[in-house]
């Protein structure tokens, strides 16, 4: 049974940081793509980041593009999100995603959700 959890959400001030973790189990994270969704109060859920099963190719909301960094470490089967210059904009409860194969940026794409963490970017 595969399982995400995710940890490392909490509340910070703009402009500052946070780093997200979603340890994997029931899975060999090497074959699956993982990635990063969001969901912020009345809005749909949305496609942040995802990363391909080696972790080379990546691929980013342009919101988040250049302030967000996603990266897999396989013999820890964790996948975490890097997130510096928070915006208010950026609270949501975030999600971790994972599928049996290459990435996407659709919800339908994965096969797999965490519950999330929520993430509260606030002064």
């Given at each position: 049974?595969?399982?995400l959890v995710e940890s490392g959400?909490?509340?910070?001030?703009p402009g500052g940081s946070l780093?997200?973790?979603c340890a994997a189990s029931g899975l060999t994270s090497r074959t699956y793509g993982m990635g990063w969704f969001?969901?912020?109060p009345g809005k749909e859920r949305e496609f942040v980041a995802t990363i391909s099963r080696s972790g080379v190719t990546k691929s980013y909301a342009d919101s988040v593009k250049g302030r967000f960094a996603i990266s897999?470490?396989?013999?820890?089967?964790t996948v975490y999100l890097q997130m510096n210059s928070l915006k208010p904009d950026d609270t949501a409860v975030y999600y971790c995603v994972?599928?049996?194969g290459p990435v996407g940026s659709s919800r339908d794409d994965y096969d797999y959700w965490g519950q999330g963490t929520q993430v509260t970017v606030s002064s």
């Amino acid at each position: 049974q595969v399982q995400l959890v995710e940890s490392g959400g909490g509340l910070v001030q703009p402009g500052g940081s946070l780093r997200l973790s979603c340890a994997a189990s029931g899975l060999t994270s090497r074959t699956y793509g993982m990635g990063w969704f969001r969901q912020a109060p009345g809005k749909e859920r949305e496609f942040v980041a995802t990363i391909s099963r080696s972790g080379v190719t990546k691929s980013y909301a342009d919101s988040v593009k250049g302030r967000f960094a996603i990266s897999r470490d396989n013999g820890k089967n964790t996948v975490y999100l890097q997130m510096n210059s928070l915006k208010p904009d950026d609270t949501a409860v975030y999600y971790c995603v994972a599928r049996n194969g290459p990435v996407g940026s659709s919800r339908d794409d994965y096969d797999y959700w965490g519950q999330g963490t929520q993430v509260t970017v606030s002064s």
